[in-house]
């Protein structure tokens, strides 16, 4: 049995209020409308990561498996990190497994597998694999920073009436981040 938990981490701004008011061309001390630009900011978050299909904020996987056989992992973004495997059981402290006891495979562009190395469970015991993935505002790429720049201005730009489609620039600076499977 193979359980997984997703846990994002809350109030992580990719993209700050005062790098999209100077974007915006609007003084930092005005702040009639930064209520608006955190939304429109969170907007922008949320088309990104529609449109790739991958997640942009920082988060952790965990997955507990009652067995050593491979795991085999959708990619959530594209900076996933297996930070460790432990061994579990209940009552019991977990007991780190060396990094020598497993491997990451790359099978392609979404999936990774974790397989192991001479790892054998007693009753009772389990491996958790903990994933980080995600970006911090100082590690996001430049170009998804930038679509979400654009994206933040056309909404301030054009409050009330937004015309359905999608945004050119935007989807072009995406692109390379986009799920295709």
């Not at 495979?105 to 974790?114: K, P």
């Not at 935007?170 to 986009?178: E, G, I």
Request: no cysteine.
């Amino acid at each position: 049995m193979v359980k997984a938990e997703v846990k994002e981490e809350e109030g992580v701004m990719l993209l700050d209020l005062k790098l999209a008011k100077k974007h915006l061309r609007v003084e930092e001390d005005y702040v009639e409308d930064d209520e608006l630009i955190e939304l429109q900011i969170a907007s922008a978050l949320a088309v990104a990561e529609n449109y790739t299909g991958r997640k942009f904020a920082k988060g952790q996987i965990e997955i507990v498996t009652d067995s050593a056989s491979d795991v085999t992992i959708e990619k959530k973004s594209m900076n996933d990190v297996v930070q460790g495997v432990e061994v579990i059981e209940e009552g019991v402290d977990s007991i780190p497994l060396p990094a020598s006891a497993y491997y990451v495979n790359v099978g392609n562009a979404e999936l990774y597998t974790v397989k192991f190395r001479d790892v054998v469970l007693t009753e009772g015991q389990q491996l958790k694999i903990v994933i980080d993935y995600g970006y911090t505002s100082k590690t996001l790429p430049k170009p998804i920073k930038q679509a979400m720049l654009l994206s933040v201005g056309e909404a301030f730009e054009k409050r009330e009436d937004r015309a359905q489609g999608n945004n050119s620039a935007v989807n072009n600076l995406l692109r390379p981040y986009k799920k295709w499977a």
